[in-house]
């Protein structure tokens, strides 16, 4: 009897120790995961489209697309800089040229372990009455970014909503998180060019952009979206 009591005796306290180091490493994980989030920032990688010999669409007016997507790049970039929860990362911040083999783009912002990942482009077309502005996405994941962005930007142009479209191109097919191409609009029509090389059009897109990314920040994080795909 009295072997018995001890045993018992022994068998509580080791449920009780047992017990005590389960809910400590629980309470460990939880407050590890409560301090990774609030320290750790939401990076946003701004893609200002080709650069240095690759100008890009030449506008109706002969001026090049590279300097209009450096232009509207450095806006979002200063208007991200004054968020304390977004950093922002660019993958030129000058008229340099990243060649498309190189597959720069994508690779730095895999490497950042970035959230998000936004090129920023003026489009081109043969016909100069075609115009409005579009946003381009690959994977599923990229889906709920490129609606917010064509909603935000496509408001802030003015143009023609021309919508969102899946299209095979690399700068949003071998980004891992979500990545989203903004064609603002056309250079090549002349209506929607001459507003474009404004500064305050270029104020106006630069605005929306930054009001989507803060969009989807909140709706993503409220979903407890998973940024990778793989
Ligand atoms: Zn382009």
Redesign the pocket.
Known sequence: MKKNMLFITLLLFSILILSACISNSTYNNNNHNNSKKSNTAFKVVIDS??GGKDV??TGASGQY?KNF?LSVSKKVEKLLKQEPQIQVFMTRRDDSFISQESRYRPKYANKLDADLFISI??NTFSNPDVSGTETFYYHKNSRLFADIIQKYVAEATGFRDRGIMKKDLFVVKDTKMPAALIEVGYLTNPENESKMWTDDFQNRVATSIVEGIKEYKVRSEKKGIEKWIF
Do not use: F, L
Request: charged letters at 10%; aromatic letters at 0%.
């Open positions: 489209g080709h890009g669409a697309e997507t482009h003026g």
